[in-house]
């Protein structure tokens, strides 16, 4: 297929785009792939992730002892959501399905691809609430092994075989600003080729225009994408009811060309968003001490045992502990008056429950096997993996102390003198006394605690309590944590064949849109809060939706 008509367009070749192209090829349609960005950063954001999927009963849970079910699921995401808007009516659908495909269909179909698991399910977002409010109940993180290349591997070489059939055409560097429309109806797009660029995969591309295009179909698909990397857009679109002034200092969790520009696009051709200020921003944000993209930055994905400070070094109140509320915590800190925070602890924390997201972040995971894991995870003696200690030498957010006296001086210097010695110890030694037996009235420990008894969190993710204050676990380590960017979760509505619904209620004809975008499907199927592994889950099935609907010509 060499000429410019096509059954259908998808615009942006991230993991949504490749699940609708891979579907439409398997129908026979053919189908035009355009991207901005150089062929080698196919796969979009999926390819920088850890590949975590949020899914439901599955073999890998059982074999952990994990009890789980479509009824427990469904329960924990509407409590997540908090759905509370008319316009709610289809990402509520879209949620209801997600649920069902996770806890069905979606585990066999995506292991008759190809894709594997780790054995040890990850505790993402747990909470810290009531049952009926927001967070897992169980463990359901499964992390695909090769990361989030090994996510896109089988996506990818699909696509690659109707590429070779003649069904699907890519074409790179082909920027669309505008959808065709003709008595209301999608007839193609247009757009301005850039000029090569050999950047690295993930940084800044150039925006130099060489040409112009136009390509033709009757359906055109929306995958390009959120708005993490624009931080004019996060701010513009900032819930400042909820959670105040978006942050002046943020980093970017995603590439910049996380842009958003083709939201704007697709209104003005009939599409409608909606949820514009729901967004999942991190908290655990540290800057990338050898960056890829602008103002690069890596969330740290801790356990449960960090000591969680405000920039005055007062300690943060549950349920905000480290990997139990995303946006509660955000909206804590942020009222502190202060954009970030600090996490405080031991070499023996490091060790066990650190990790960095991203699948450049866990080569072992991304590259090797289980014979690497066994090294980098748990046969370094009392050092951490690789990466994380790179970022304990290299990165700028770190302090390493052998003493509190020596650790608060360091924290003063990178954080303009906020915090006094004598309170922050007071607070560590009252958490330490906590340590001596079994019980606790500190709900951190009690945390800790809990999180034990899952075999998964006790082999590698919670370390053993012990006092923070006796050397024989130091060094003690302090981290600057920042905001950093990721997702959107509101977005262009759609019905659960991933057609557009314009502002008066109607399909757009011929005018579809997937992945983030789409907030994931709907318009926002997550709500208000994430439950994470939800993100590459939500490509894949509203891409998959899409790619499957009956609707495109």
Known sequence: MTNNTADAIIVGAGLAGLTAAAEL??????????????????????????????????????????????????????????????????????????????????????????????????????????????????????????????????????????????????????????????????????????????????????????????????????????????????????????????????VAGVPFHVDGRMIGISEKAGGHVINS????????GVRNWNPIWPSHGIRILPGPSSMWFDARGNRLKPPCMPGFDTLGTLQEILKTGYEYSWFVLTQKVIKKEFALSGSEQNPDMTDGGWREVLFQRVLTGSKATAPVEAFKEHGEDFIVANTLTELVSGMNQLGGGLIDETHLRAQIEARDSQVDNPFTKDAQIAAILAARNYRGDKLIRTAKPHKFLDPANGPLIAVKLHVLTRKTLGGLQTNLDSQMIGADGQVVPGLFAAGEVAGFGG?????????????????IFSGRNAGRSRAVA
């Open 523 to 539: 318009g926002g199927y997550h709500g208000y809060n994430a439950l994470e592994g939800s993100f590459l889950g939500g490509c």
């Open 25 to 250: 090829g398997d129908r026979g349609k053919k189908v035009i792939v355009l991207d901005q960005e150089p062929e080698r950063f196919l796969g979009g954001q999926a390819f920088w992730s850890l590949g975590g999927l949020f899914m439901v009963d599955t073999p890998e849970q059982r074999r952990m002892g994990i009890k789980d079910s479509h009824e427990l699921a469904l329960r924990d995401w509407m409590g997540s959501a908090q759905f509370d808007r008319d316009e709610d009516a289809w990402p509520r659908k879209w949620a209801e399905a997600y649920v069902e495909f996770a806890a069905g269909e979606m585990r066999p179909w995506l292991y008759e691809m190809g894709l594997r698991w780790f054995p040890i399910v990850g505790w993402a977002e747990r909470g810290g609430s009531y049952a009926d409010g927001h967070g897992n109940s169980v463990p359901r993180f499964h992390i695909t092994w090769g990361t989030g290349p090994g996510v896109l591997t089988n996506f990818i070489r699909r696509v690659r075989e109707h590429v070779s059939a003649g069904l699907i055409e890519l074409k790179f560097r082909h920027q669309v600003s505008h959808i065709i429309m003709q008595n209301g109806c999608t007839k193609g797009v247009s757009g301005e080729i850039l000029a090569d660029d050999t950047a690295p995969h993930g940084a800044k591309t150039n925006r130099d225009e060489v040409g112009e295009f136009e390509v033709y179909a009757p359906s055109v698909i929306v995958t390009s994408g959120g708005i993490g990397g624009n931080f004019e857009m996060v701010r513009k679109n900032w819930p400042r009811d909820r959670l105040g002034e978006p942050p002046k200092d943020m």
């Open 277 to 284: 200020d729901r967004m999942w921003h991190y908290t655990e």
